[in-house]
């Protein structure tokens, strides 16, 4: 079972920076994708960024030039690097692990950016 802790959101003007982190742990033999989506009240789930298991970095195209992913795969993180904040940017962000067994996701964090 993999547990996924985020972390880093907050309130921040326009045009602000924020990055988000993701802590995996439990027992992780391996994995198809993982990455970051995010939701707003009354829309779907929103892709954000991801990583393929071969490694690519796939963006929605909302965020693509202005957000980053990466990871740590010692260390069990990921990150998400969000420049050029705009308030439409303002959801809650998840992160996920897939796996032959589904996706587990994290609990979500809070982004908001005011303008």
């Known amino acids: 079972q993999v547990q996924l802790v985020e972390s880093g959101g907050g309130l921040v003007q326009a045009g602000g920076s924020l990055r988000l982190s993701c802590a995996a742990s439990g027992r992780i033999l391996s994995f198809n994708d993982m990455g970051w989506y995010r939701q707003t009240p009354g829309k779907q789930r929103e892709l954000v960024a991801t990583f393929s298991s071969g490694g690519m970095i796939n963006y929605g195209d909302s965020v693509n030039g202005r957000f980053t992913i990466s990871r740590d795969n010692a260390k069990r993180m990921i990150y998400l690097q969000m420049n050029s904040l705009k308030p439409e940017d303002t959801a809650v962000y998840y992160c996920?692990?897939?796996?032959?067994?589904?996706?587990?996701w994290g609990q979500g964090t809070q982004v908001t950016v005011s303008s």
């Open positions: 996920f692990v897939g796996s032959v067994s589904g996706r587990a």
